[in-house]
């Protein structure tokens, strides 16, 4: 369910992801070798036509990360990915 406050639409935010699991910065003309907060709030501005706060941006990418991870732990992957999500989770919460 979306909510009431996001800034891209839910077809919007499939695309994005899909973009950011698929692709690499360069591909979409952008100075990174990794993808960062920074190089998704330009990817943003490029294809969207919005400026999202790179707060926002981070918001967005851990609600990701984090069904990520539910979704990996759920299958039993947990020992497996679990060490590197949690490890995602504490650098973009510090």
């Known amino acids: ?4 406050n996001r800034t891209l639409s839910s077809d919007d935010e499939a695309l ?9 910065p360069a591909t979409h003309g ?3 070798a990794l993808w960062t907060r920074r190089a ?6 490029a294809k969207f036509d919005t400026d999202m706060p ?3 941006v981070g918001e967005y990418l851990m609600r990701w990360v984090q069904a990520l991870y539910h ?4 299958h039993g992957h ?3 990915y679990a060490p590197t999500f949690r490890c995602f989770l504490k650098y973009q919460t510090h």
């Open 1 to 4: 369910m979306q909510g009431a």
């Open 16 to 24: 994005l992801r899909h973009w950011i699991i698929q692709d690499r």
């Open 30 to 32: 952008l100075p990174y």
């Open 40 to 45: 998704v709030q330009e990817l943003i501005r």
């Open 54 to 56: 790179i707060r926002t």
């Open 71 to 74: 979704l990996f732990k759920a």
């Open 78 to 80: 947990n020992h497996i």
